[in-house]
């Protein structure tokens, strides 16, 4: 039998970073700059990917991000990632961004985004990720979101090709 209908199956569990904000993390605006906290997704996203697919995470493609609301100044970003879909060498992470503000409690949400990832062996070569099982409603969900996502990123991918 080949090592794809072998492969491990691992639970996909989520990974939570936190992080201040300073004033270097600040655009012309007094808000945290975009490519920061796409920056802080984007290290959310591997970190789950190699804790979980236990192979180095290489960015491909960051898909649907959607800023929806300021962070600021001394809030605390919370930054969740969870892997929601699994191909043969490659895995999407759904990353969520809060900001708390520690003075009042009170926490909002402010973007979430789709990254794709490869997980690469030492030498640079995609190797093969684990499976993870579909238990929930909201699982089988986000693994058809994400489906959708992937289809769409491919076909911009060989549309631009094509070019």
């Known amino acids: 039998m080949d090592a794809e209908h072998n492969r ?21 605006h007094g808000t945290m700059f975009g490519g920061r906290v796409m920056a802080q997704m984007d290290k959310c996203a591997g970190m789950c990917v190699r804790r979980w697919g236990h192979l180095i995470p290489v960015t491909a493609s960051i898909d649907a991000i959607q800023f929806c ?6 809030q605390m970003v919370e930054t969740k990632a969870k892997v929601v879909y699994v191909g043969k060498t490659s895995c999407m992470v759904k990353v969520t961004v809060f900001a708390d ?3 009042t409690g009170k926490k909002h949400f402010c973007c979430e985004g789709y990254f794709t990832m490869v997980g690469v062996d030492a030498d640079g070569k995609p190797g093969l990720l684990p499976t993870f099982p579909l238990e929930t409603a909201e699982e089988k969900t986000e693994w058809e979101l994400a489906a959708n996502i992937k289809k769409a990123m491919l076909e911009r991918r060989r549309q631009a090709q094509a070019k």
């Open 69 to 74: 609301s300021p962070i600021h100044q001394g």
């Open 101 to 103: 503000d520690t003075e």
């Open 8 to 28: 491990e199956q691992r639970r996909a569990e989520p990974l939570t970073m936190f992080e201040l904000v300073f004033p270097s993390d600040l655009n012309s």
